[in-house]
């Protein structure tokens, strides 16, 4: 089994910053991709960021240039640096990762963490 912890939501301000974590546990033999989505109450789940295992990057339209997505192989961690928030930024932030699991890493799975709420008032 693998969970995935997030955290660091709250309530930011416009033009503001905030830090979410996200680390992984149990039955790893590696990560290879890891990424953040948001979900608004009424949308659907949406990508946020997403980064390869050796570094490479993408991200929504909607949030470059303002938020920074990295990660630490050696802590089974990804990160995503929000800055110059916006409300429309609001909405239930998801962790997932594309975990290869132990023995061998023969096979993998996508998982995702509980959710973390991030409020951006104006």
């Known amino acids: 089994q693998v969970q995935l912890v997030e955290s660091g939501g709250g309530l930011g301000e416009a033009g503001g910053s905030l830090r979410l974590s996200c680390v992984a546990s149990?039955?790893?033999?590696?990560?290879?991709?890891m990424g953040w989505y948001r979900q608004a109450p009424g949308n659907q789940r949406e990508l946020v960021a997403i980064?390869?295992?050796?570094?490479?990057?993408t991200y929504a339209d909607s949030v470059k240039g303002r938020f920074i997505i990295s990660r630490d192989n050696a802590k089974n961690a990804v990160y995503l640096q929000m800055n110059s928030l916006k409300p429309e930024d609001t909405a239930v932030y998801y962790c997932?990762?594309?975990?290869?699991?132990?023995?061998?890493?023969?096979?993998?799975?996508?998982?995702w963490g509980q959710g973390t709420q991030v409020t951006v008032s104006s």
């Open positions: 149990g039955s790893i033999f590696s990560i290879n991709d």
């Open positions: 997932k990762a594309h975990v290869k699991v132990l023995p061998r890493g023969t096979y993998s799975f996508l998982y």
């Open positions: 980064i390869t295992s050796s570094g490479s990057t």
